[in-house]
């Protein structure tokens, strides 16, 4: 049935902002960008913003992006405007996980392994 994650799509108030943001933070332009959806291809997977989602009130279900340093990972997203929700922790072996918050409210979840 499910074969892979395959989009994630976050709430963006202020679309040209969000865009920026995540360009900024990525250092990957969009591939496709309208009015009405933007969307990022990282490694395969679709990072999409959408100015028509809902606010997020809380961090729901969150998805993780790998990362190769999980620190270093953290203070990029921090240095550009996230703030942390869950700092960096041990989850097993050398896994590592984190969640920080973008400026438009949506959790982005961190794992390093």
Same mark, same amino acid.
């Given at each position: 049935?499910? !074969?892979?994650?395959?989009?994630?799509?976050?709430?963006?108030?202020?679309?040209?902002?969000?865009?920026?943001?995540?360009?900024?933070?990525?250092?990957?332009?969009?591939?496709?960008? !309208?009015?009405?959806?933007?969307?990022?291809?990282?490694?395969?997977?679709?990072?999409?913003?959408?100015?028509?989602?809902?606010?997020?009130?809380?961090?729901?279900?969150?998805?993780?992006?790998?990362?190769?340093?999980? !620190?270093?990972?953290?203070?990029?997203?921090?240095?550009?405007?996230?703030?942390?929700?869950?700092?960096?922790?041990?989850?097993?072996?050398?896994?590592?996980?984190?969640?920080?918050?973008?400026?438009?409210?949506?959790?982005?979840?961190?794992?390093?392994?």
């Amino acid at each position: 049935m499910f !074969q892979k994650l395959r989009t994630i799509i976050y709430h963006a108030p202020d679309l040209a902002q969000t865009k920026e943001w995540y360009t900024n933070l990525t250092g990957v332009q969009p591939y496709f960008d !309208q009015p009405f959806y933007v969307g990022f291809d990282i490694n395969g997977y679709e990072l999409g913003l959408d100015p028509d989602s809902p606010k997020p009130t809380g961090p729901g279900a969150v998805a993780y992006w790998k990362v190769e340093n999980i !620190q270093d990972a953290v203070v990029k997203c921090t240095d550009t405007g996230a703030t942390i929700y869950s700092d960096i922790q041990n989850v097993g072996g050398t896994i590592q996980v984190a969640i920080v918050i973008d400026p438009f409210g949506n959790h982005i979840g961190l794992i390093s392994e």
